[in-house]
């Protein structure tokens, strides 16, 4: 895939009524319950190591309800162990690549498959990129690939907050991006985001990476039925 690293391409941000749906979050982790069957009913995993990494300022305790469905399904899970997610990419993206080839180390060099929500997701595919000998796979929930921040309803205040010119993070962004994975990637993403562009959480730059559609609030995609479904059958893929 040819990228034009000059152009990076603009999408707008999510509207009022997307950030406004967000409070159906609450409501989509409650509907856990009313899909029992179906989650039961998902392919068994075969062991293998998967990591749950948070979004922005969220700890592990956001990646637990997830966690403990994908271990009941017979996945080694691991967390980041890291603390809270301040927004930190450069330097978060070596401490968790140092945390991804520690497990790797322990559990005889076997690669580990990560699962990233939202800034979450940025720090996968970098620590896809940076440490591929460790890396089997990389899943992406609601993750700004596209502009970073820039494409986020808040955007601006992570830029105050981290002293950074959105326009030239964007273009550092497009550069990273541009150098490709060479892991197995996929991206889930909802158009009623309200956080993140949904345009933005398309995997543009990667031609074997897999974009899936599901219907979900951003702070609800770690706790909807349907996203665990769908995290399922990639797993067992």
């Known amino acids: 895939m040819n990228i034009d690293l000059s152009l990076p391409p603009q999408f707008p941000k999510p509207t009022l009524l ?3 749906a967000e409070v159906r979050a609450p409501f989509e982790f409650a509907s856990l319950a009313l899909n ?24 592990d305790h956001s990646m637990r309800p997830l966690g403990a469905y994908l ?45 990233g929500w939202s800034l979450g997701g940025v720090l996968t595919r970098e620590v896809a990129r940076l440490f591929p000998d460790v890396v ?15 494409f986020t309803s808040v955007g601006k205040r992570y830029a105050t907050i981290n002293n950074i010119d959105l326009e030239k993070f964007e273009l550092d962004v497009h550069q990273r991006n541009a150098l490709g994975l060479t892991q197995p990637v996929t991206s889930i993403y909802s158009k009623s985001d309200g956080v993140v562009s949904w345009q933005a959480s398309v995997d543009i730059y990667n031609q074997q990476a897999i974009n899936i559609e599901v219907n979900s609030s951003h702070m609800g995609l770690g706790v909807n039925p349907k996203v665990w479904l769908v995290i399922a059958d990639i797993l067992a893929g």
């Open 18 to 20: 997307d950030i406004l």
């Open 36 to 59: 029992v069957h179906a989650l039961r009913k998902a392919p068994k995993g075969n062991g293998r190591a998967v990591m749950l990494v948070p979004g922005y300022l969220a700890d």
């Open 71 to 115: 271990k009941y399904l017979g996945y080694d899970v691991y967390y980041t162990e890291l603390g809270r997610n301040m927004g930190k990419v450069n330097t978060d993206m070596m401490r968790l690549g140092e945390r991804v080839e520690s497990v790797s180390q322990d559990i005889n060099a076997e690669k580990v498959t990560l699962i």
């Open 136 to 150: 089997q796979q990389v899943l992406t929930l609601g993750t700004p690939i596209v502009g970073g921040p820039k």
